[in-house]
């Protein structure tokens, strides 16, 4: 079951969505407004609009006379059941104090409502900025952002001793890369940009079919993580987090993922690729982690020896993950407002050049997870 998870997750990932021209998406958006008009009352549509930061789901924001909603039309949840767990998961969060995009019940009282083969669901709308580059957060914004995760996985944990699970069972986010024949199967079909490439990516996977299959990978703290802690996936009002969203990867995992997934978002835009100034690199992903771990003592929910020496393994996962497939997929995701053809294919060519030579330098990359390890005993 957990293996065909994967590969389904996987192929849902690599599976290219063509670029919409203007009249189709026009009419896309017409479509979703009156399936969305006819289950749920979010009053009269003033405007819609596509998101573009959604990968997995198709996501809008509809403009109503009731307030701001976004609409998703789902893939990676297939069922209301799957919808109601998820739901059940963020009404607890946001009870709690964790802002969340909560669901918004249809007219008939579901999560969801199911039209011609598709499932659809409306989210609240986080109000606040979001910042798409890493880069452009400020100091203050940067360790909120670990702050605010940290207190995420303390409220997470609590939820996972309720018995009623919130979402599918399965590592979703780690299991791009604990298949290791299915993801070199997956991979084997990537345009090369360097001669070093697919050695790179080889190394990279055997390197972590033995990481996985250590019996430190069992003992490390599991809780619900989010599976795509990101810049992009947070809101801010000024220099407070004022929302997370974008549950897509959410599973029962180790919650170091999404430390080593936050950290090393921030480090690369800061920094650059590790490839470009190890050193440099190495010093903004200590900050970072440094931030989180602060926050976590805290709280009592201190990072644990076995997590401290995961670090390498999943930076070589997040690496594979965020940078290798997410820049093929890149390609074909809509085009953002003044942004060519052009541009996108020079931004999709450029990431993946950096993330193979990342992985090409994969003792740099061990170097900085081990690093860590001796920074922070």
């Not at 199911?114 to 798409?132: A, K, N, Q, W």
């Not at 220099?239 to 480090?267: E, H, K, Q, T, Y």
């Not at 690369?268 to 010093?283: H, N, Q, Y």
């Amino acid at each position: 079951m957990v293996e065909a998870i994967a590969n389904d997750t996987i192929t849902l990932f690599l599976k290219m969505t063509r670029a919409d021209s203007p009249t189709a998406l026009a009419r896309r958006k017409r479509h979703i407004v009156e399936v969305v008009s006819r289950h749920y009352d979010l009053g009269s549509c003033r405007r819609t609009s596509r998101l573009t930061g959604g990968v997995l789901n198709e996501v809008y924001l509809a403009e109503t006379s009731q307030g701001d909603f976004v609409i998703r039309v789902n893939r990676v949840r297939s069922s209301i059941f799957e919808i109601e767990r998820l739901s059940s998961f963020l009404s607890y969060l946001g009870y709690r104090g964790i802002p969340v995009d909560e669901l918004v019940p249809a007219a008939d009282g579901q999560v969801a409502a199911e039209m011609d083969g598709e499932l659809f669901s409306v989210h609240r709308y986080i109000r606040g900025t979001v910042y798409t580059n890493p880069g452009e957060l400020n100091g203050n914004q940067a360790a909120n952002v670990m702050t605010f995760l940290a207190h995420y996985h303390s409220t997470a944990e609590g939820y996972c001793n309720h018995g009623d699970l919130a979402v599918r069972d399965g590592l979703l986010p780690v299991m791009y890369t604990e298949n290791p024949d299915s993801l070199r199967e997956r991979l084997k079909d990537l345009p090369k940009t360097e001669q070093v490439a697919e050695s790179a990516v080889d190394h990279a996977i055997d390197w972590l079919a033995g990481f996985f299959a250590s019996g430190a990978y069992r003992e490390l703290n599991r809780t619900w993580i989010h599976g795509d802690f990101r810049s992009c996936n947070v809101a801010f009002d000024a220099d407070r987090v004022s929302g997370l969203f974008d549950w897509d990867l959410l599973c029962n995992g180790p919650r170091i993922f999404d430390v080593v997934v936050a950290s090393a978002d921030l480090a690369r835009t800061i920094a650059g690729p590790l490839s470009r100034d190890p050193d440099l690199w190495r010093r903004d992903f200590a900050r970072h982690f440094g931030a989180y771990r602060k926050e976590a003592r805290r709280l009592g929910t201190d990072i644990t020896e076995p997590e401290v020496k995961s670090i390498p393994g999943f930076l070589i996962a997040d690496t594979i993950l965020s940078g290798v497939l997410f820049a093929l997929h890149l390609r074909r995701l809509p085009l953002k407002p003044c942004e060519s053809a052009s541009q996108r294919r020079q931004r999709s060519d450029r990431l993946h050049t950096e993330s193979i030579s990342d992985l090409a330098a994969i003792d740099s990359l061990i170097a900085s997870g081990r690093e860590m390890i001796s920074a922070h005993p």
